[in-house]
């Protein structure tokens, strides 16, 4: 099997982490020799996880941190974005198409079916009052398999 490597990183659940976040993720996936698609798909899916902590996650509750993990290995990327906020009392409601408590704010309820469509696998794990956390994987094919 081949080594994985891994990064943590916590940053407050603020606008401008947003994409700094998406950057840091996308550097460190860069070690599994991804595809400019590929890279573009994870910093979609990273993007609409880090704003959900910071639109919903400590709403109510003032402010909090966001902590994201990654490991790469056997080409494979795994992320976990979590905040320790209000947490999601209906995961399988909040994952539907179109399903947001923020119509007011322009928001349109894609955030999860994005995550979904651009990684290979995306977990909710979260109950009300306990935080999020949301883990996506990817795997990576990579340029060296498609060079011809
Ligand atoms: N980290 C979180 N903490 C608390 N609630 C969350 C969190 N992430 C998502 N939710 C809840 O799940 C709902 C659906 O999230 P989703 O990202 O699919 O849509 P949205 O954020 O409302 O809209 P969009 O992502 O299209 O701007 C949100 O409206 C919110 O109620
Ligand atoms: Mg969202």
Do not use: W
């Not at 923020?102 to 979260?126: C, H, N, W, Y």
């Not at 009300?128 to 060296?144: C, H, Q």
Request: hydrophobic fraction near 40%; charged fraction near 25%; charge should be negative.
């Amino acid at each position: 099997m081949k080594e994985s490597n891994e990064m943590t990183l916590t940053v407050p659940a603020i606008g401008v982490n947003e994409a700094f976040v998406r950057g840091a993720v996308a550097a460190f996936a860069v070690q599994l020799d991804p595809t400019v698609e590929e890279i573009n798909d994870i910093k979609t899916a990273v993007s609409e996880a880090v704003t959900n902590c910071i639109v919903h996650g400590y709403e109510g509750k003032g402010s909090g941190d966001i902590t994201v993990k990654c490991s790469a290995g056997g080409g494979r990327l795994h992320i976990a974005v979590s905040d320790a906020g209000v947490g999601i009392p209906d995961v399988a409601r909040a994952r539907e198409m179109f399903y947001t408590t923020k119509p007011e704010q322009e928001r349109s309820g894609m955030g999860f079916a994005i995550m979904e469509t651009f990684m290979d696998a995306l977990e909710v794990e979260s109950a009300a009052g306990s935080g999020t956390i949301v883990k996506m994987e990817k795997r990576i094919k990579g340029k060296a398999d498609k060079a011809d």
